[in-house]
């Protein structure tokens, strides 16, 4: 369905033309107002986005304009009921950006509000991109205003976890530019519909999937490749950890449905027992890590591991309702652990450490506080009513289908997060207070009132009324895993054939007269083996 406004395109450059006028601005007050003045805007540019046909598999509101047409390549953007939400979320959260960084962000004012509508303006590229060029561009463009959030305006160690982000996904990126080229020299075209369509053959579907999974597990991050992320976490500023936690990460398990199972979906179904694996260690060891840690930024960040842990399960599962949790946990850890990020920010401007020992026992001191911060807390560990219960449970209801030891495996994650979560909640709120001045510390300011409130909405919300989330994404989700049915098909053609490979082979030596008695010969020559 195309669009006859491009709101696509206005949702990507509108923050583009906002950071070129602050480049004119002096003023630091100035660029925050303008800075959230666009925020708000761009809200009120996605409006015509709420017309989405619901029961629609197809992309809708699509722009495509010839680029380069040597190349084949084309400006072609679209959302499908995958994407939609995506880009809603991604909207939506860039006046808060602003908000959480109102009083904390004191130098470079104007730089630091760039590089977050840089961040926005890319992020919603990736999600909307139908052209595997536009797609890389967008992916790309994030990096330099991600590194410049947590090397400028991050920590003491900020340069050396700037560096580790940077190597970590440009190493990847490399993987995936790799992939794109090898795709356009097989299919002829950079349109990601007509690479869906087009059938490659299952050892070209083979590498060019571990090139993008590699790729893609980086950015989300899976084990082993999450290093990276409680460095970042730790050393970015709160507006950077919430931006990386609420949409940095989700690039990578959106693109791991959009092209891993859509494009090379025999790859996938091939791939997927190794997929799960490293999914159910990543959940576990998350979990685990998280449980020790004695840095509040340290333990949501490995607990981020473990919560996108579920998103891959989720997805590699292929079934309905692992799909549906999957997604749904995508938006949910968006708004959760932005939230509590938002949390340990406001907290650290009263105290200047994001320690454990050094925020206990505020609860009698800061009681808005803490109702927030145990909020999203019960929200983390998925308690029954929130949102993040809904995509946990639907994940682990497929995973249950999909195999009894894979659903038990998984149970540990959920068990670990109430762990770690209300260990930290309790020490916060009862222990022992060690601040000196914890006594003259204020309660929330109408500024933290005003972002905070409408994350805490969408958690009961979400959690009691995900059928309009869930309707919005079922038909797109029924569309890719078509594809993966496909590619079941033919990994069972294949078994088909190396079996019937086998038995002639069988034949062969018994017209031969090779085969006497099994004991005569070693395990690997007797019949019924693998050759």
């Known amino acids: 369905m195309n669009a006859s406004w491009p709101v696509l395109s206005t949702l990507i450059l509108f923050p583009l033309a906002a950071s070129v006028l602050m480049l004119f601005l002096r ?72 908000l959480c960084s109102w009083s904390y962000i004191k130098t470079r004012v104007k730089e ?23 797609f890389f561009i967008c992916w790309e463009v994030q990096l330099a205003p991600m590194f410049l959030l947590i090397a400028v305006w991050g920590g003491k160690e900020r340069i050396y976890a700037a560096i580790k982000f940077l190597v970590y996904t440009l ?66 500023p709160t507006a950077g950890s919430v931006v990386l936690a609420s949409v940095l990460l989700k690039l990578g398990t959106y693109a791991f449905i959009r092209f891993c199972l859509s494009i090379t979906p025999d790859a996938s179904v091939y791939f997927a027992p ?4 490293i999914s159910l260690v990543s959940i576990i060891y998350g979990g685990l890590v ?52 938002m949390m340990v920010g406001i907290i650290y401007e009263r105290s200047h450490s994001t320690a454990i020992k ?25 308690f029954p009513g929130t949102n993040s219960f809904v995509g946990e449970a639907l994940v682990l209801i497929g995973a249950f289908e999909y195999s009894l030891i894979i659903g038990l495996v998984a149970i540990p994650g959920a068990l670990l997060a109430a762990a770690y979560m209300l260990r930290l909640l309790l020490y916060m709120s009862y222990g022992e207070p060690v601040a000196p001045k914890v006594r003259e510390w ?3 300011n109408l500024r933290e009132w005003i972002y905070l409130t409408p994350l805490a909405v969408l958690v009961p919300y979400i959690g009691l009324a995900p059928t309009l989330a869930l309707s919005t994404m079922s038909p797109s989700i029924e569309k890719v895993l078509g594809y993966i049915e496909s590619g079941k098909t033919q990994v069972n053609i294949m078994e088909v054939h190396e079996k019937a490979a086998d038995q002639r082979l069988a034949e062969f030596l018994h017209e031969k007269n090779l085969i006497l008695e099994d004991e005569a010969y070693p395990d690997e020559l007797r019949i019924g083996s693998n050759y």
């Not at 010839?66 to 909207?91: A, C, E, H, K, R």
Request: include cysteine; proline fraction near 3%.
């Open 112 to 134: 630091f509000h760039i590089c977050l509508m840089i961040i926005t303006s890319a992020c919603i590229g990736v999600f909307t991109a139908l052209d595997f060029v536009l």
């Open 171 to 236: 190493s990847g990126s490399t993987l995936l530019l790799a992939a794109i080229i090898a795709f356009y020299i097989h299919g002829g075209t950079f349109s990601i519909p007509d690479l869906i369509v087009h059938e490659f053959s299952f050892q070209f579907q083979a590498w060019t999937f571990l090139a993008m999974a590699l790729a893609f597990a980086v950015k989300v991050p899976m084990f082993p490749f999450h290093t990276w992320l409680p460095a970042a976490h730790v050393q970015a």
């Open 442 to 444: 204020h309660d929330l």
């Open 290 to 341: 998280a449980l020790g840690q004695s840095d509040i930024k340290k333990l949501i960040a490995y607990s981020s591991v473990a919560h996108m842990g579920f998103v891959t399960l989720g997805i590699f599962i292929f079934s309905i309702r692992g799909m549906e949790g999957a997604i749904l946990q995508m938006i949910n850890h968006g708004i959760v652990t932005g939230g509590l990020f």
């Open 358 to 382: 050094d925020n206990m026992g505020v609860a009698k001191f800061l009681p808005a506080y803490i109702f927030f911060m145990g909020f999203f807390s019960f929200a983390s560990l998925a």
């Open 274 to 277: 190794l997929m799960i694996g």
């Open 27 to 98: 003023r630091d007050t100035t660029v925050r107002w303008v800075a959230l003045a666009a925020g708000l805007i761009e809200i009120i540019l996605a409006l015509p986005l709420l017309s989405f046909k619901i029961g629609y598999a197809g992309f809708q509101f699509v722009e495509k304009y010839t680029w380069i047409p040597q190349w084949n390549i084309s400006y072609y953007v679209g959302v499908d009921g995958i994407s939609f939400l995506l880009v809603l979320m991604t909207v939506a959260l860039l006046p808060f950006y602003v």
